[in-house]
């Protein structure tokens, strides 16, 4: 069911976000900059331009101890200032806590000049369904994107609260996936994990315990893949598993073990946010974590299926099918908004028809990619596979949080895929 925002029914002043600290207001991730406020003004100030490969550079406002309560308003604005010499193509952000919420006002700021920025809290994706949980924010971030002429500097002031709403109200039967937290595993978390003896500040992955998860249960697991770090307005994509929420929408909390993964460059000891990392490092990675999980939680081996969105479901055949080795490890595959062979990043088709002899699972799911592109990729598999229009029209997973015809047909594939012989 797709959510259609009521009419107000109250009303309310605006109000400052920045007086409910009772203080100087913290400040969360800075990327490729430096921030401070000065008073009620944040000044943020680069010194290089970010690299060609995630040109992005940002500050994070974290909430105060009690949150911002923007459960019953429209919108939160902040004037944006550009104090620097140069153009800036900016993004004021409201980001919620898990997956693709997020929503954006942005511009592009020639040197001097000053905008209103305002991002609405009730704004939809084409289709109706809401970007964001305006009760579950994150943070507040203020980015610019692009490879700028530096210095760059910034001013942000004024930054509020505004419009009346009525009480907010998730979607019918809406997916609630959980935020990722640096906790121990443990039912109904989704927390950072660790390959064992990596350090805590290398890669991770994401693991999320269903809500029935016991010591000694056989339970299916559905590993994912992230799409690549891409800030448009229209998109909102950090390139980490902490992002990864389709198996969470597959299972539904219960009954299966989600399990997010990096892309990653072993000797460097990093995530790649873009790009592939270092392929092989990637593929190893993902054999490595798929056995721990296995061992320590009692993942099935018989019944694991690979998951992933834009980057991730090219991953699929790219990594997933990458040698004999990793491809063993998978039941079915479900790919939304891309697959191997479409020439990405040195995914080619023919590279692609190589990768898909050495699938083994049963089955294929595919969620708005079109037949006719990844057809013969498809024949190569050798197996049934489904396709399905999610309807959603925008580059993001919110289709898989609701009940949509789309959503529900993944999840009975994936029941009847996971109980079968």
Known sequence: MLFCPAKTVWSAEEDSLLSRYGGTPSLGEL?????????????????????????????AIPPPSGGWKLERRAKVEADITNAGAAEADVLLWVVGESGWDAV????????????????????TFPDGTPKID????????????????????????GLEARGAEPPWSPPTARVAVPAVTEDEPAPGRRVRYRLAGDPAGGPYAVLHLPEDWRPGAVLPLIVEYPGNIFFVPGCYSTGLPDQCVIGAGIARGRGAICLALP???????????????????TASYAVAMVEQVCREFGADRANIILTGFSRGALACGFIGLRNDRIAALWKGF???????????????????????????????FQTDNPRAKFQTVMD???????????????HATAMFLDERPSTEQLRRWFRELVTAP
């Not at 943020?44 to 040109?55: E, K, N, Q």
């Not at 954006?104 to 704004?123: D, I, V, Y």
């Open 31 to 59: 990327r490729g900059l430096r921030a401070a406020w000065t008073g009620k003004t944040l000044r943020v100030v680069a010194d290089r331009p970010p690299p060609a490969a995630a040109p992005y550079v940002w500050a």
């Open 104 to 123: 954006p006002a942005g511009a592009k700021l020639a040197p001097g000049e000053t905008r209103r920025f305002s991002c609405r809290l009730r704004e």
């Open 134 to 157: 305006p009760a579950r924010v994150k943070d507040i971030r203020v980015m610019v994107r692009g490879r700028f002429r530096a210095p760059l500097a910034l001013e942000v002031r």
């Open 263 to 281: 892309f990653v460059d072993r000797s460097a000891g990093v995530i790649a946010e873009g790009g592939w990392g270092v392929p092989d490092d």
């Open 334 to 364: 479900h790919a939304c908004q891309h697959y191997d062979g479409d020439g990405w990043n040195g995914a080619t088709e023919a590279g692609a028809l190589e990768r898909a002899q050495r699938f083994r699972g049963r089955a294929v």
């Open 380 to 394: 190569a598999m050798r197996v049934p596979v489904t396709w399905a229009d999610s309807g959603l029209r925008a």
